[in-house]
């Protein structure tokens, strides 16, 4: 057949090709996870998570021959190198053979999950897993527990079920940010719970709803598990012990605002500067530009997936600042180097909203937008605009939370939403319109009977230093 | 005057079947191709206030499309890295089927064929979906029809 011909025929076939099932309800289905998108935020402990969602597609990855050499000494590492290629730190402890192999797998009704590594250290575990069988209309997520089966105190990140059979998966344990346990116990349980996609059923999918029947107060049913994995997990000793400790004791100065440099931490999995501001500063410390160099002019990476600071309950500051670590680069000096931030001025923490007018007499921080607030009986919404990031483009969207999950009644009674949702263009008849330059922020409660509320804001404007603050670790 | 939802929701089903198309002609694999289509409808979704000229939809999803594919593409080479094999000589196109030839082209033609002389779009939309000049897409075209031994039309096919 000439090529000619061949080109036309093709043409053809595949101008009738069918759409696949798959893509059945795809807008609706589109539109429930942009609205979930907020949901479960009951991971973890006290933590902060800054800006690492938006970085999910933005990965740069370098496999250099020494790690390409590293992954040809573990098994299965071509798949672990995709698992650890987002962080500079995972990829030096895989090339180090830093690693603690488990190979523990467990079979539920023809769904095999295998534990396959740890890397870990005195403040971080990262368990790799992966998956084999039909997961097509699964969901999962982890749960961490002490050997005993009671819940583990301790902030966890990523512990997604993978997208292809055999693709390693990682969930992040972090220790030391405000939980009980302050260090890596020697054990723990590794628990993962299945169930049906998007609250499905065995018949698949639950139908699409019509965008004019959509009812954004609705909250999703917690879909029953099918199954949970449980995995008995011993941390070695010697992984468990890694990690440097430099104190600092140095009263700083950060754009007109006192900052005490405790120490800097340098743990094979990350690095983390704890600091603490002068109660008689005007702002609270949210997040922190910096960077560690040695004596070859080699910078370690910031953390691009995951987290990125943690702070208490006891004030809004964050208190400690994570990076890539250094750990592995035998470094004859060290030193810190703050360039920027940002703060949380004292009198923009709370912002009162008048939800019949959708007004505030409050200021907002700098970068933030009141769209409106909505009221139909008990269930509310109240809409925000924050500026889009660089990197953000028309196509793809990167965005940052805007107002913390409590909020307060005008008698001080403690209240918190029920989700923060973006993507909504109308909320009980009410229309908003996005403005140019802004991504759109939606947080919505039910059951509150007030005409006002009063919202807690994250952070209110940045600074870039036109020096570096600098400080000798070694 | 942005896109409202159920406009969205109307003009996104109609490019569907297009939008699928061109994914799996370009990535290969019907799982694959509904995922990316997923994604994209996903991403158009979050992103539809920020279409200020809605005539505009189907390059502008189509340009996200193409954006979710190379995501997809540079996850397989990263899991691939060191397997990767040198790329074929122009002769060794000669006897494959012409849809499995299209499949090996390299990755930048392969999207401008299958835009172009498949999904129909024109040189300018085609420059438009890929981020691209128009000059790189003439050349690339091309690069590809050669590759194909095809003899079409390089204007207004």
Redesign the interface.
Known sequence: ME??E??EK??EA??E?P??P??DS??????K??HRRRLGRDWGAVLASLGGAAAA?A?A?N?SLPF?LACGRIPIL??M??AV?LSSSLKAAVENDYVQPVGQSQTVNGLTMTVDYLILDKKQVNIFYHFTGDFSSLSGSPELRDPAGERLSCSYSGGGLA?ASGEIHQVSVSFGDGGELSETPPALRFLYRIEHLENGTEQGPEPDVP??EYDPWEKPATPEALFTFSFDLELNEEYRSQGLSYDLNEWVELDGQRILLKTVEIYPTNLRVELEGDPANTAWLKSLDFYIEDETGRRNDPITNGITASGTTNSPAMGAFYQESSFFWNSRHLNLYITGGQWLDKDQRFVTVDLDTGTTKDPLPEGILLGGAVRRGTNTAVVLYGRTLEGDS????HAYQLAGWTCWGPDGSEWSFDSMQ??I??IGGATF??P?GYF?ETCLMTGYPQSTLTLEMLQSRRFTLDRPVTAALK | MTLEEAEFAQRTEALQPRLYRTALLYLGGEAPAAEAVAETVYRGFLNRKKLRHPEFFSTWMTRILMNVCCDELRRRKRETAWEDLPEPAAEDYDPLPLRTAVERLPDEVRAVIVLRYFTGLTLAETAESLGIPPGTVSTRQRKGLALLRLDLEEEGF
Do not use: I
């Not at chain 1, 795809?26 to 539109?31: D, K, L, S, T």
């Not at chain 1, 028309?394 to 969207?397: A, H, Y």
């Open positions: 090529r000619r061949e080109y093709l043409l595949w101008n090709t759409l696949p798959a893509l795809c807008v609706g289905r589109a539109r996870r942009a597609f990965l990855v496999l390409a071509k798949e190198a995709a290629a997208e965008v004019e028309d196509t793809d969207l973006s993507g263009d109308q319109q996005t140019e759109e």
